[in-house]
């Protein structure tokens, strides 16, 4: 399996774009990829996980490295998160620590360069989601 996710910076914020998977065949080297940022000022994380179905254990060790290992405790924010990864990060105790948001592709970032300039200008529509109901 490739790598699946990709990484850039653009100032204090780190955007992944990750693929269908964070698993034991692709998020150890995410995790080696995001060790290259440490020591830098990094404010915010955000997870594109518009994509995102399958979340495994070494998946969730990036994100808590994420929290814990870059900058000063930067912000977590997951983007377009399906409820199932939701509800695991919940179950372990990582969704307190995480801003969950949704993103309508065709009315917000289209309106933006990139998602990197999206996300960095904090243009983002809150996403409050109740666990067994359908968002709409």
Request: charged fraction near 25%; include cysteine.
């Amino acid at each position: 399996m490739n790598n699946d996710f990709k990484v850039s910076k653009n100032g204090t914020a780190l955007i992944i774009t990750l693929g269908r998977d964070l698993i034991t065949s692709n998020a150890p080297v995410l995790q080696e990829e995001l060790a290259k940022f440490m020591g830098e000022n990094i404010e915010k994380v955000v997870f594109d996980a518009s994509e995102l179905m399958a979340l495994s254990s070494s998946g969730l060790r990036v994100v808590y490295f994420a929290k814990q290992r870059l900058g000063n405790q930067p912000e977590i924010v997951f983007v377009n998160c399906a409820k199932e990864i939701y509800n695991t990060l919940k179950m372990i105790g990582l969704a307190p620590s995480i801003k969950f948001l949704k993103v309508d592709n065709k009315k917000v970032v289209r309106s933006q360069k990139s998602l990197d300039e999206f996300s960095a200008n904090n243009d983002v529509v809150c996403y409050s989601m109740r666990l067994g109901q359908d968002d709409d």
